[in-house]
């Protein structure tokens, strides 16, 4: 499959489109700056001088606006029909990389990958997660996802080779030793460290969580939700760039699609160290009120990880995030059904006899959870007899070690949790976690009664996997799981990894 390298097929498209843009800009800058002027929680965000500003700002920002508007209707007369041309996603490559290198199936590799929500949406709209200054959270998260100078390109033996011994310190945190199976998965991990500030209550006996500080500084895939604000994309590219040398963007269509209207795209942005062989972006139909405003969908790809005796080995690795409301369960669980059915449909069209398939892992932001009630529906999901998850046991029931992602957005700046070691610190205590997760839910959204027995949040992030049955026969296991603070204040999520061993099974 030829990937795309432009949004357009043709230059005449893409000027038409920048001149729609450029038409457009002025409305969008001031309804963003408009929406900018809610504070935020954070230090600074408020007293009487802020108040003062915002009130003097607020009646120049609508009379912009409304001068505006004329060059808007224009701009949208103009853009509407061009995103009809506009492709589903870009490939950015970088040039002279080398090709796939020989693997010898009787030998252990090891995959990394991350998900994360980062919450990249226009300034105006990420202050609704006490969030904003997106320009600022893009470059500081870009510069965690890939620190330093480009990595290795080619052959990787350093980052790929097996790692012999039980807690190994990969992550830059805590990891796990490869278990016989998810559901007897074991963490290794320090003893949990008092909260440097107020202290919490504790509600339980402390739990070991297997919490890192910093993001894997060897994953080989990142799989990213919610890169909705261009400029921020722009900055992640150009930071990934030296170290995944392959990146899909500008993820889902614009304009009416299938009788809606798409303002923004589906947020997703995947980076790989291995050539994407293909891709395939299907949009969700059912999106419902302000989720519909975003071309929300399933990212697929194939990626070439080697070649066996003139075979090809590829894995296969699906990104998504689904519908967001509390109450829209009945929506989530159609869009996993249709997650499901485009996953086997695009490994059916992609794969070629002889292929060697390493590994098939599924993530992204879900958006529901393993605890709370009103989830309970979407817990029960075909998905999860199809795709294994490491961090649960059951419908309903997580390892005693697993965690929620999702974070009491109104509390992200409070001091325990304002530092990546302030947060591994306080979300290894159970009342500290209490404190600074988001707790489970009902059906309506509000807030559940807490159940007894250990705390565990809203985990909302997943990477799964499933094992491939085929020849030659090949296994995937756990190797370790992590929940990583590094992100604090700059995301209302925690970011997870997963590495997986893949090794020729025992006769």
Request: proline share 10%; aromatic share 6%; glycine share 10%.
């Amino acid at each position: 499959m030829l990937l795309p390298e432009s949004p357009f097929p043709n230059r005449a498209l893409a000027a038409l489109d920048s001149l729609a843009t450029g038409l457009l800009a002025p409305s969008f800058w001031a309804i963003n700056r408009l929406l900018d002027l809610q504070p935020t929680t954070a230090r600074g965000g408020g007293g009487c001088r802020g108040c003062a500003g915002r009130a003097l700002a607020a009646p120049a920002l609508a009379t912009l606006l409304l001068l505006s508007l004329p060059l808007a209707t224009l701009g949208l007369l103009l853009w509407l029909p061009v995103q009809a041309a506009r492709r589903p996603f870009v490939y950015q490559h970088a040039a002279g990389t080398a090709p796939a290198q020989p693997w010898d199936l009787r030998q252990r590799r090891t995959f990394t990958f991350l998900t994360a929500n980062l919450c990249l949406l226009p300034s105006g709209l990420a202050k609704f997660s006490n969030l904003g200054d997106t320009p600022r959270r893009a470059t500081a998260i870009a510069c965690r996802l890939a620190p330093g100078s480009p990595g290795p390109r080619g052959h990787r033996d350093a980052l790929v080779a097996p790692r012999h011994g039980h807690g190994h310190n990969g992550y830059g945190g805590t990891l796990c030793a490869p278990p016989p199976s998810p559901g007897s998965l074991r963490v290794e991990v320090a003893q949990p460290v008092p909260v440097v500030a107020q202290p919490v209550p504790v509600v339980a006996e402390a739990v070991p969580v297997p919490l890192a500080e910093r993001l894997p500084a060897d994953a080989d895939f990142l799989c990213l939700q919610e890169v909705f604000d261009a400029g921020a994309a722009a900055i992640l590219r150009r930071q990934l760039a030296g170290t995944f040398p392959h990146l899909l963007f500008g993820v889902g269509g614009l304009g009416l699609r299938g009788g809606r209207l798409k303002l923004l795209d589906s947020g997703l942005l995947l980076a790989s160290r291995y050539p994407l062989l293909a891709a395939r972006y299907h949009g969700f139909p059912n999106g419902a009120r302000e989720d519909a405003l975003a071309a929300k969908g399933l990212l697929a790809v194939q990626v070439l990880l080697g070649s066996t005796r003139g075979q090809r080995v590829v894995g296969y690795l699906g990104c998504t995030h689904l519908q967001a409301p509390a109450g829209d369960a009945p929506i989530r669980q159609a869009q996993l059904g249709l997650a499901l059915r485009w996953l086997q449909l695009f490994r059916e069209e992609q794969e070629q006899d002889g292929d060697v398939v390493a590994f098939d892992v599924f993530c992204g932001d879900l958006n529901f959870d393993n605890c709370s009630p009103g989830d309970e529906l979407n817990q029960r999901h075909h998905l999860f007899e199809v795709y294994q998850d490491p961090c649960r046991r059951g419908p309903g029931q997580e390892q005693p070690w697993a965690i929620g992602t999702l974070l009491n957005y109104l509390k992200i700046y409070e001091e325990p949790v304002s530092t990546p070691e302030g947060m591994r610190r306080t979300l290894s205590q159970p009342g500290g976690r209490q404190q600074y997760l988001a707790g489970p839910i009902l059906a309506n959204g509000q807030p559940a009664p807490v159940a007894p027995g250990p705390w565990h949040g809203r985990r909302v992030d997943y990477l799964l996997f499933r094992q491939h049955r085929g020849a030659p026969p090949l296994r995937t296991e756990v190797a370790g799981v992590s929940f990583i603070t590094q992100l604090a204040t700059y995301s209302d999520h925690l970011p997870v990894a997963l590495r997986l061993d893949v090794a020729p099974v025992s006769p």
